[in-house]
């Protein structure tokens, strides 16, 4: 079985990959799609990915069999489901609800808002991306925080990192990009913190990534 | 134990969770929230559901405890924790994989941006929330018609409704709703006919809710 991940590094969608991957210690292909030039609406891709996004994970199995998965969390969750040793989600239902809620904070409260192909249509209408950009992202964090303040311990619930920690740090990055201001949420950023003590966090970062340009 | 849904009736996500529900043949309280009067601010509401988003699932545990869930796929994804028997998800982790991707497609790619704080947020530019959101709901519908083809047996993902079917049903109302044209989706309304031949899917539609106006 071999696995290969067609994501771009700055995307915070495949940024959350990243980091489930690394955390189960599932080594992969990295393959750059490169969204600012449009690679993502080339043919050969848009047969893996019918969404025209960017993530998607191909699964080749031994037999030869292609899988393709495409959406940050469904991925995530595959990879918990088939492979669960280290667990991305809670044993306790409430706990798990809890994980996943704060992901979806993230990954549709905050994230659908101010992706790119969003703030270009902002654009259009004469409206400013990033003034759009950073209030969805001040009041998505304000959510997460007070969510958060109920399961945290080490990470956001308890004490071991969730699907929830694969959302917060790419989130936090992008927070940091659009030039949001973090001062209001000490207690994420002390979660994110401890997050990049770990390999599997750190690693993942955009700026480590093969396709990563540095400005 | 004892389920309350506090919810709101066209609330597309609310009624993503009433579909599960009743496919589970789980019984609950329904409690209405009023987006359009702001009922979602108030300090009682806001206790509850700290996004300050409509949909909330209490769960009063039989000791007296109250469990409260935000965000209609963790809810939903908790019913099917707690509640297996009934599944809504397949148990092929691929398939499960794919039922989730077409669920987001839905949930963080076409709602967050047709949600009434976006579209407040577009005519406050100037732009026009028709248009804006005709726009993302057809592109949506057209990565979910295409993801589908690969999945669709009567429902969504093969034989049974799944999470799929529990967030293509409100999106296609949703799409009526704001004149989306759905022409080019047959196989979409095909589905939704036979998920609405279901008493789960009929008994939840928006109009057929206590708090309903019919305009």
Redesign the interface.
């Known amino acids: 079985m071999k696995l290969v991940l067609h994501n771009y590094w700055r995307s915070s969608a495949s940024h959350r990959v990243r980091i489930g991957l690394g955390l189960k210690g599932l080594p992969y292909d990295y393959v750059a799609v490169n969204i600012f030039t449009g690679e993502q609406h080339a043919d050969d891709y848009q047969a893996k990915n019918?969404?025209?996004q960017v993530l998607t994970l191909e699964?080749i199995e031994d037999g030869g069999e292609r899988?393709l998965?495409?959406?940050s969390?469904?991925?995530l969750?595959?990879l918990e489901?088939?492979w669960p040793e280290v667990p991305l989600l809670p044993r306790d239902?409430?706990f798990?609800?809890?994980t996943?809620?704060l992901?979806?904070?993230v990954?549709?409260?905050i994230?659908?808002?101010q992706n790119l192909s969003?703030t270009n249509?902002?654009k259009t209408?004469?409206?400013d991306p990033a003034t759009?950009t950073v209030?969805f992202i001040s009041r998505g964090l304000g959510?997460f925080a007070?969510?958060v303040a109920e399961t945290a311990g080490a990470f956001c619930v308890g004490e071991a990192p969730t699907l929830a920690d694969c959302c917060l740090v790419p989130q936090l990055a992008s927070a940091r990009r659009f030039g949001a201001d973090l001062a209001p949420f000490p207690k994420l950023v002390e979660i994110e913190a401890r997050c990049l003590e770990l390999p599997a966090f750190a690693d993942a970062a955009p700026d480590r990534q093969p396709d990563a340009v540095r400005s």
């Open positions: 019918p969404s025209g699964v899988r998965i495409t959406q969390l469904p991925i969750e595959y489901d088939r239902p409430y798990r609800a809890r996943r809620m992901a979806e904070i990954n549709s409260g994230q659908p808002l969003t249509k902002i209408l004469g409206g759009w209030e959510s007070r969510a």
